[in-house]
């Protein structure tokens, strides 16, 4: 057992750039487990490192001070902290008061932003090292070499500033053996934080993943074309049964395409069903070969919603957006899921290049008649290691990468790229709210009760969510988030933690 102090911890999203989605859409629960972290916590106690804690500063919704003033009281000598590519404004806040109150501590960065621009990151003084890629395996050389006092370079998948000021990043492993990987350590988070509400009672929720990547090639999405693995359904159910003993009735699988393989997924089923304190889950499907059959066995193992991503409802967006998935077998999809009672939610985008008004039309019209319980749309936004991305900086040329100069400088008032001109832009956030209007408002939606799972109070909450959305738009929405004076709250919450 080693004991070096370690604190992971993901960055507060408070101060800079925010995308709204009203809450009558998403599950009324109080947050996502941050499973990153728990992997990463996981690998290092199964190391040896016994001193690991966790603090989910998405969640507790604080803003850098607070999450600053909170870290440094748990003294750690080794701070992991998770970036994704919206979070920079907040993280130069967090990390400059971090550096003052720990000078000693080893700051390292990683998660979704950290593969896209290692090299700024590292420049721009906000951490001593970084991980590309997955990080189980790396963070636990990271700190074996930190506590050896040795230079942490060459280690597969961790990224440096060497002594001759030199950024040297070294490419990561392939993930190898998935089955090998620790389950995440719930134990580390105050389970309180996460319950869900999407059935009729709030339930004590936890996430869960059974593959890592996608091999599919939406042009939107920075999973598109990773490599993908699933691990056997003996490990997943292994992990399943350890929620159970932990007491958590509601399982939530986030993988980016959990049944790619109807035959994994058939057995999956099985097994859910065969376990004698069934649980309620819900997972993020595919439509794709998704039919009666699969959604009765689903629904008699307990599942009870499935998150459908369709994006659009043109067969030819369908095409040119590389999803891949047919008009028809959405509709199917979604027509057996309702008859098995499972809830559904699905996804939209509107705003694609070269995608026209018509279409965008065709994209509500759609949602409605998949009839899902409950839609998502949201104006496309441009993520760095996207395909689009990719394209729109050709087409603008070598000056053009608006998350570079955001990492490197990060303005409260950032808003995230959009492929269109202002006027366009003007006209997809008008249809993103005429979508929700027409979906939520309509006398079939409203008279059919959907919108009140959670209760009546949390169904007119959600109902204010989405005026306030469809006054303002998306984009008057985007900005600082407030905040409470929380630390005393959570320091009496965490009881021993902190
Ligand atoms: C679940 C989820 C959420 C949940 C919960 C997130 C959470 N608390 O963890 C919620 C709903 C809150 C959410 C919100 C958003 N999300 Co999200 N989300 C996901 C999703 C589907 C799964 C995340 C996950 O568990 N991954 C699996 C774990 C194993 O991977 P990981 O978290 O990246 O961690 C590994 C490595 O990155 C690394 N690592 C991570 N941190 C560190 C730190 C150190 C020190 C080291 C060494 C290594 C390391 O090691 C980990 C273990 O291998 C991903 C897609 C995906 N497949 O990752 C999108 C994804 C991360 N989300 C995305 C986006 C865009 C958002 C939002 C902006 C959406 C919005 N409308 O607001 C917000 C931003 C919130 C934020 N993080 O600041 C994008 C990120 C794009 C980007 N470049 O930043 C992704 C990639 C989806 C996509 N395909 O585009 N999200
Ligand atoms: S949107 Fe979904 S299916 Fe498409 S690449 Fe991303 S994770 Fe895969």
Redesign the pocket.
Known sequence: MTLIKIL?V??P?TGGP????PSVAVDKGT???????L??AAALRTAGFADVQVL?F??LGVDPTQAAEMAARLHPDFL????????CYDLAEFTRLLRRRMPACHI???????S?YPDILLQAGYCDS??V????R??VE?IRRLERKEKPANIP??GVINKNNEIDICPPDPLGDIDAIAFPDRSLVNRALYSSWLVDRPQSAT?L?TS?G?PFGCTF???SHTPHAQRSVANVMAEVESCLVQDFTMLYF???SMNLHPEWMNEFVRAMGALPQKPDWAF?GRVTNFDDDMAKACARSGCVRINFGIESGSEEMQRKIGKGIKLGDALTALRATKNAGIATVCYFIMGFPEETEAQMRQTFDFARRLDADYAIF?PLYL????ELYRREKQKRGPDYDPYADYTRKPTADFVPPTPRGMVAQQMISRLVRLAYLRFYFSPHYLFSGKGLAGGFWRGVKGGLSLLAYLLCGPKKLIGRRKTKDIINGIELRFGGIL
């Open positions: 992971l993901n960055t999203l925010q995308i709204p989605i947050g996502n487990m941050p499973l990153g972290l992997y990463l989910d998405l969640t992991g902290i998770t970036v994704c590519s919206l979070s390292s960065l990683g998660g979704p932003h950290t896209n970084l991980c890629g997955y990080g189980e790396a963070i990271l998948g961790i996430a993943l890592r996608c999405c920075s999973q986030e993988d980016d993020r949201s993520f760095p290691g996207t």
